[in-house]
């Protein structure tokens, strides 16, 4: 059975840093386009990035240049290294794994990133 | 600009039919790309609702229903029941961002 646990969240002033853990089970991180889709307080979703199964990553303008998206293939896990962080950043970070196209058919519960000083 | 517009509320009566609208550009649902939806409830995360513009996963009743024509695609819902109320959102791959296209999200209120 395929679980997203992420873990990582908190507060953090403006300009810090803080990185996300998105743990995998029931499959390996390395096989799917791997996902960060974020939601700020009453806002919408939006798409964070992602990382392909060969490795290579996009990110969103909004991101662009602050964050980074990597995975450890030995520990089945996805990170996102935010940067620079802007109180716009604040948002619950899901991680989240497409199904056979760009579908996000498994979630995690969310990680809560408070930039604030 | 790559944006995926969508309603920001809709309500109706128990019993009805109601639909959210998703429009798109050339470069996103025109381009051919899919389009997926997701509902979801407060405090919660995001469950697909339907995949690949008409398909339902395992476990999602046979009253919601997608369609996706040109730029656009709708998700209907018939036989409304309290418990659908929530959010809806419809996503699409979009060939400008090279990435991932939500919909703004929309609230649907069971009267």
């Known amino acids: 059975e395929v679980h997203l646990v992420e873990s990582g969240g908190g507060l953090i002033q403006p300009g810090g840093s803080l990185r996300l853990s998105c743990a995998a089970s029931g499959f390996t991180v390395t096989s799917s386009y791997m996902t960060w889709v974020r939601q700020g307080p009453g806002k919408g979703l939006e798409w964070v990035s992602f990382v392909n199964t060969g490795g290579s990553t996009y990110y969103a303008d909004s991101v662009k240049g602050r964050f980074t998206v990597s995975r450890d293939s030995s520990k089945n896990t996805l990170y996102l290294q935010m940067n620079s962080l802007r109180a716009e950043d604040t948002a619950v970070y899901y991680c989240?794994?497409?199904?056979?196209?760009?579908?996000?058919?498994?979630w995690g519960q969310g990680a809560l990133v408070t930039v604030s000083s | 600009q790559s944006v995926l517009t969508q309603p920001p509320s809709v309500s109706g009566a128990p019993g009805q039919r109601v639909t959210i609208s998703c429009t798109g550009s050339s470069s996103n649902i025109g381009a051919g790309y899919n389009v997926h939806w997701y509902q979801q409830f407060p405090g919660t995360a995001p469950k697909l609702l339907i995949h690949t513009n008409n398909n339902r996963p395992s476990g999602v009743p046979d009253r919601f229903s997608g369609s996706k024509s040109g730029t656009s695609a709708s998700l209907a819902i018939t036989g409304l029941q309290a418990e659908d109320e929530a959010d809806y959102y419809c996503?699409?791959?979009?060939?400008?961002?090279?990435?991932?296209?939500f919909g703004g999200g929309t609230k649907l209120t069971v009267l």
């Open positions: 996503q699409s791959y979009d060939s400008s961002l090279s990435g991932v296209l």
């Open positions: 989240a794994k497409p199904g056979g196209g760009w579908e996000f058919d498994y």
